[in-house]
Each structure stands twice: as structure tokens, then as C-alpha cells.
């Protein structure tokens, strides 16, 4: 029992980060039981199309934080309100600009950006002051509160039928005190940015451009598929991939957590340990994604059908399979990836995005007739790629530095 109870209390983050993303995903399964098909594909577009403008907001700005500052605390603070205010800044022109589209439903849009940026962009942002202080379980514990109280959401609309427009704005308000309750905690004042406004833009140095270049690409390659069907196929097609989508994200889960816990240890650390850690990530990954493949090979024409409630979402099993080993791929190259960033090797994944960007637009252009076929087939092709040029890349960069560390 001692050891069960360690053993949680260690990995007290993973588990909170993956209790979240998780019950973000299951309220996803309980609105689409009610929904209309068209209702959840509308619902599944408006919140690709959020995601992707975010992107704007964080320009992988969490690690630039990280790492630029030196996982200083005070200075990851000084910065943490300087990007906050710039992600809300976007967030107003992403509604602003919206009103010049033809939108099935503006409300619902604004909804959608509003929860996108409390429950995504927010989090993200602040990590780096958990990061950089080390308190975990802090951010662990307030992971779980919210965890639940989204589910009971979910639940609380799901037994009431309550409207999309309901369901968001509970969603809103909760993503609001979270908000509040994280700043306070943290101790950000975002208002000395408007009173120092030049002060904190000197502060941003000529490295940040590497993270933004990076994560555009990323964006772009992983991101292309899914907006071509956000925008271009119709919503009963959307509603079937990001039904596959949503499951398949799960891996997203492990990545994310396994990245964040891992970040501060890779910087400025020996190269032998840099390679244990490096190794034991990787195997952990490794055995985790593919044992989720393995049961959705099994299962996952069941599990759509289980959680979703209706048959018409059993037509999305081989999209299922399909993103689940682009995730796989993606989620070894994320372990090397940390590292690259890790060892202010950061402008040098922009290249190989962008080429896998290529192998995205390359595999749309040949195979758009297949519909959402040919959008999951891209995005396997450059997954597959970028997670050789990571892992090749992070090989060379550890034999370089072992040799040089030799020499000297």
C-alpha cells in the first residue's frame, strides 16, 4: 500500500494532466450521445478552427518561457503576463474577425473561443511557473478539481438535454475561475504589462523566433488535414473524423504529460543522463501507444459505438486505426523533440516541419478524392517522417556532444 500511495504520489502531475485531458475528451462522447450528427460536426469545426487561430497565442511561448529564462522564477512570472495579455489580445481579434464570415452561428463561435482559451491556451501558458517552481502537485491537485466539475458538467447537460450554447457557456464559466484561481496562486499581475509595455518586449530575445517558426510548421502539417475537413468536406464527413480524432488524441495525453515532467530535467544536465532519461521515456511511450493501438484494433469499432451511442459512428473505426499510428509516430518524435528544444537546438526542427508540411499538402493533393481517408493518409505520411528526422537528429546531436565532452 506505502508503495501504491508513492508511486501516486510521484507521478500525482501525469495523472491530474491525464484526468483532465481526459474528462475534456469524455464531455466530447456524452454531447455527441444527444447531439445531432450535424450539431457535433458543427460543434467539432468551429473548435478545429479555434485551435488552429490560437496557435497565434502560443507559439510553443511555454517553452520559449521555460527555457529562456532559465526556469527563473521571477523572470518566468514577467513573461507569463506578457503572453497572457498578448493570447487575449488574439482571442478578440479571432471574434472580431469572425463577424466578417458567413458563420452557421457567431455565438456559438465566440463560445468556442472562449472555452478554447481557458481550457487550452491559459493552461498552457501558466504552466511554466509550476515548471519552473517545481510545485507539481499544486497544479495536480487544481488539474483534478477541474477534471471533475467539467465531467459533472457533461453529466449535469447530458441528463438535462441542455443546448450547445448551455453546455458552452457552463464551460466558460468554469474555464473563468480557473482563470482566476491559477493567476492568484501564481501571483502574475498583468496589468504591469500595460504600465511597462516597452520594458517587457525587450525582455523577448532573438530566440523566440525559432519556437514560433517551429510551431507554425508543426501546425501546418498537423493541422491541414483537419482543417480541410473543418472547412471543406461536410459536417456529417467532420463529424466521423473528429469522432476518430477524439479517441485517438488520447496518446495526445501521454505526450503532453511525459514532455512537461521530463523538460526541466533535460536542461543543463550531463549528456549520460540526458540519455537514460531520453531511453526510459521513449520505452515507456513506446509500450503505452502501442498496447492503445492493440485495443483499438481489437475494440475500437465497439468503443465508438459505446461512447458516442449511435451506429453511424462505427464507420469511423479505420480512421481510428489510421490516426492512432500517425499519433504513435508523433509521439516518439515529441520525446526527441523535447530534447532538441532542450539543448537550444530549437531553430533547427523548423526544416524538418516544413518538409513534412510538404509530405502533408503532397499526400491532400493526391489522395483529397478519399475524403477523410485521404486527410487521415497525409497526416500518417508526415507524421511517419517527422519522427525519423527527430530521432535521427537527436542521435547525431547526443554523439557530437559526447565527443566534444570527451575532448574536452
Known amino acids: 500500500m506505502?508503495?501504491?500511495?508513492?508511486?501516486?504520489?510521484?507521478?500525482?502531475?501525469?495523472?491530474?494532466?491525464?484526468?483532465?485531458?481526459?474528462?475534456?475528451?469524455?464531455?466530447?462522447?456524452?454531447?455527441?450521445?444527444?447531439l445531432p450528427v450535424y450539431d457535433y460536426g458543427l460543434f467539432s469545426s468551429y473548435k478545429n478552427i479555434a485551435i488552429f487561430l490560437f496557435?497565434?497565442?502560443?507559439?510553443?511561448?511555454?517553452?520559449?518561457i521555460l527555457v529562456s529564462s532559465k526556469a527563473n522564477v521571477r523572470e518566468v512570472k514577467l513573461k507569463i503576463s506578457l503572453f497572457m495579455i498578448n493570447a487575449i489580445f488574439i482571442g478578440i481579434l479571432i471574434a472580431f474577425f469572425s463577424t466578417f464570415f458567413?458563420?452557421?452561428?457567431?455565438?456559438?463561435?465566440?463560445?468556442?473561443?472562449?472555452?478554447?482559451?481557458?481550457?487550452?491556451?491559459?493552461?498552457?501558458?501558466?504552466?511554466?511557473?509550476?515548471?519552473?517552481?517545481?510545485?507539481?502537485?499544486?497544479?495536480?491537485?487544481?488539474?483534478?478539481?477541474?477534471a471533475l466539475l467539467i465531467s459533472l458538467i457533461a453529466i449535469f447537460s447530458y441528463l438535462l438535454?441542455?443546448?450547445?450554447?448551455?453546455?458552452?457557456?457552463?464551460?466558460?464559466?468554469?474555464?473563468?475561475?480557473?482563470?482566476?484561481?491559477?493567476?492568484?496562486?501564481?501571483?502574475?499581475?498583468?496589468?504591469?504589462?500595460?504600465?511597462?509595455?516597452?520594458?517587457f518586449y525587450k525582455m523577448v530575445d532573438k530566440s523566440i523566433w525559432a519556437y514560433i517558426g517551429v510551431t507554425i510548421a508543426?501546425?501546418?502539417?498537423?493541422?491541414?488535414?483537419?482543417?480541410?475537413?473543418?472547412t471543406f468536406l461536410p459536417k456529417e464527413d467532420a463529424a466521423l473524423y473528429f469522432s476518430a480524432f477524439t479517441i485517438a488524441a488520447v496518446i495526445?495525453?501521454?505526450?503532453?504529460?511525459?514532455?512537461?515532467?521530463?523538460?526541466?530535467?533535460?536542461?543543463?544536465?550531463?549528456?549520460?543522463?540526458?540519455?537514460?532519461?531520453?531511453?526510459?521515456?521513449?520505452?515507456?511511450?513506446?509500450?503505452?501507444?502501442?498496447?492503445?493501438?492493440?485495443?483499438?484494433?481489437?475494440?475500437?469499432?465497439?468503443l465508438l459505438l459505446l461512447l458516442y451511442g449511435q451506429t453511424y459512428y462505427m464507420n469511423a473505426y479505420p480512421i481510428l486505426l489510421i490516426l492512432m499510428l500517425g499519433n504513435i509516430c508523433v509521439a516518439e518524435a515529441a520525446v526527441y523533440g523535447a530534447y532538441i528544444t532542450a539543448s537550444g537546438n530549437q531553430k533547427r526542427k523548423i526544416p524538418m516541419q516544413l518538409e513534412a508540411t510538404i509530405f502533408t499538402i503532397l499526400g491532400l493533393g493526391i489522395l483529397y478524392k478519399l475524403g477523410i481517408y485521404g486527410a487521415s493518409l497525409a497526416f500518417l505520411l508526415a507524421a511517419i517522417y517527422v519522427s525519423y528526422r527527430y530521432t535521427s537528429f537527436t542521435f547525431k546531436l547526443l554523439t557530437t556532444q559526447s565527443q566534444e565532452n570527451n575532448i574536452n
Not at 55 to 64: H, I
Not at 168 to 193: E, H, K, P, T
Open 102 to 146: 458567413k458563420l452557421d452561428s457567431h455565438l456559438l463561435f465566440y463560445l468556442v473561443v472562449l472555452r478554447t482559451f481557458f481550457d487550452g491556451v491559459f493552461f498552457a501558458l501558466i504552466l511554466p511557473y509550476f515548471q519552473a517552481t517545481k510545485t507539481f502537485n499544486t497544479i495536480a491537485k487544481i488539474n483534478i478539481v477541474y
Open 2 to 34: 506505502q508503495k501504491l500511495i508513492k508511486l501516486f504520489t510521484t507521478n500525482l502531475y501525469q495523472i491530474s494532466l491525464y484526468a483532465r485531458q481526459i474528462a475534456g475528451t469524455l464531455i466530447l462522447f456524452v454531447i455527441a450521445r444527444y
Open 252 to 302: 495526445g495525453l501521454l505526450i503532453t504529460a511525459q514532455v512537461q515532467k521530463m523538460m526541466p530535467d533535460l536542461i543543463n544536465n550531463n549528456i549520460e543522463e540526458i540519455k537514460k532519461i531520453l531511453k526510459d521515456n521513449v520505452k515507456i511511450m513506446l509500450i503505452i501507444t502501442i498496447g492503445l493501438f492493440l485495443f483499438m484494433l481489437f475494440f475500437g469499432r465497439y
Open 218 to 230: 508543426y501546425f501546418l502539417y498537423a493541422q491541414i488535414p483537419s482543417l480541410y475537413v473543418s
Open 161 to 199: 438535454k441542455l443546448s450547445l450554447y448551455k453546455f458552452l457557456l457552463l464551460n466558460v464559466v468554469l474555464g473563468f475561475i480557473n482563470f482566476i484561481q491559477c493567476s492568484y496562486f501564481a501571483r502574475v499581475n498583468y496589468f504591469l504589462v500595460f504600465n511597462n509595455l516597452k520594458r
Open 55 to 64: 496557435m497565434f497565442a502560443n507559439l510553443d511561448y511555454p517553452n520559449y
